[in-house]
């Protein structure tokens, strides 16, 4: 996939990362075990795989490659920890404050054992983010809103380069959607994910 890095305003994760923190609470224990728009992941899978991603692009910001940064994300169901209420918005916060440092965004880094100029891997992250805070607030009934800059880069970044093949294997096949959809259905939409799904479809 051709990728444009060069954005038309900074990219800075806080709005994103606020959005899903600000979910949490939201929650029920009782939602844990319900669908998300993710087919292999319930809700507690889903607030897993935001945990682990988070580890890994504040590991990739850092240049601190290892494990955290070469394990794919396919490599089986993340198991959420009990205590993930009191470790994910802080982790959600070092991820912000890591991608803000000019050097994370310089030269190459690896995330999901996948090697990627830091200003990619930056715009990855944020999609990562964009999407699974939707899916969390889909999954869990709540009202869901991102800054229009964010759901801009995501759906940038999801969108193919005309005449290039699309990475399905990332991404399930675009939904249609109208074309003056808002923003944020046509970002979820090119996801791969209907922007009308509800927990039971």
Known sequence: MDIDTTPTAPIDLEPAARRIAGLLDGIGEQ????????????????????????????????KNLGPATDTPPDAGLPVLPGDWRATLPPLLDELVAAWRDPAARQGTTRAGGVDLPGEVALLVVLDELVIHGWDLARATGQEYAVDEPSLRAALDLLTPAEGKPRAESVFGPPVAVPADAPLLDRAVAMSGRRPDWRPGD
């Open 31 to 62: 939602q844990l075990d319900g669908p998300t728009p993710c087919p292999d992941y319930a809700v507690r899978e889903l607030l897993a795989h935001v945990l682990g991603l988070s580890t890994a692009f504040l590991a990739a910001a850092r």
